[in-house]
């Protein structure tokens, strides 16, 4: 089971999913899908070094006005830091290598990031290693390239809207096979869009559409949404999970509805059943389930 799909190197424009459905079918199906809604979710919430133990990074800073691309009519006098990396190893585990950049109003209520460098189509580059879904180690190349825009709307709420564009290969560290493949979210059509509360545990509603294949599985298009916001629990592990609120997921005809629960999640409409807190937890704790 991959953290995330990808086919890796170059630019991305080549690796794109294909226009298809994925199964909607058996509660293995809904499982494998939240896995990768939270995947996407947490796509738009990776954050950039702002420092090298080693390696080297260059920084060039300038202002500027700036039409955002995400949030419609809204043009503002923007600061912003262009971020060069050349093997810069955070203090944690991902080294970093390409361009990023990042800026915002000075009020601070609009911000941006930009992945990669759209001019040279060359994605940001991030190395690491981990597990994969079978809790083996592996190495993981992962490249970035799109925008990720937030609207700070108060002090506990933000809007995240972003297309992006991402690539993994992940190779166990023992030998073997790589899994490779691809994840986008928002990049041909709307944006993929989350509105974050943090009061109290957090909420988190969503909208918009993800895309995504690998070699483990063909993968397709699914599209989200919460006609009841996600209320978050911390597993003891400290990840957020759902704990109450609605998710509809669709492809093609077919649409599951996940009603959270203390338990779990009630599953209806092509899917039925129930799925146990504990696979929940996994599925908001791991990722992509392909």
């Known amino acids: 089971m991959l953290l995330l799909a990808a086919c890796g190197g170059g630019t991305l424009d080549s690796n794109q999913a294909p226009s298809t459905t994925v199964s909607l079918a058996t509660a293995a199906d809904a499982l494998r899908e939240l896995g990768n809604t939270a995947y996407a979710v947490g796509l738009l919430q990776l954050s ?74 060359a994605p940001l580059q991030v190395q690491s290693s981990g597990t994969n879904g079978s809790g083996a180690a592996v190495n993981i190349a992962r490249s970035e390239l799109g925008t990720v825009e937030t609207h700070v709307i108060s002090a506990t709420q933000s809007e995240i809207r972003s297309g992006l564009q991402t690539s ?28 974050v509360d943090s009061s109290g545990d957090g909420s988190e509603t969503i909208a918009g559409a993800y895309s995504y294949s690998s070699s483990v599985c063909s993968g397709g298009i699914v599209t989200a949404a919460t006609p009841s916001a996600l209320l978050l629990t911390p597993s003891t592990g400290g990840t957020l999970y759902a704990s109450g609120g609605v998710l509809t997921l669709s492809s093609g005809a077919n649409t599951v509805t996940y009603t959270f629960n203390s338990s779990g999640a009630t599953l209806s409409g092509s899917i039925s059943g129930s799925l146990s807190s504990t696979q929940v937890e996994q599925a908001f704790a791991t990722g992509s389930g392909c």
């Open 168 to 195: 993994i290969v992940q190779t166990p560290q023992g030998g073997g096979a790589a899994d490779d493949g691809n994840f986008s979210v928002g990049v041909n059509g709307p944006t993929f869009d989350v509105m």
């Open 48 to 121: 950039l070094s702002s420092m090298c133990s080693s390696g080297t990074y260059t920084v060039a800073t300038g202002s500027t006005t700036r039409s955002f691309a995400y949030f419609t009519g809204v043009t503002e006098a923007v600061s912003f830091a262009v971020n060069d990396y050349s093997g810069c190893v955070e203090s944690g585990n991902p080294t970093l290598t390409g361009v990023a950049e990042a800026g915002a109003t000075d009020d601070g209520s609009y911000s941006f990031v930009v992945r990669g460098s759209y001019s040279t189509a």
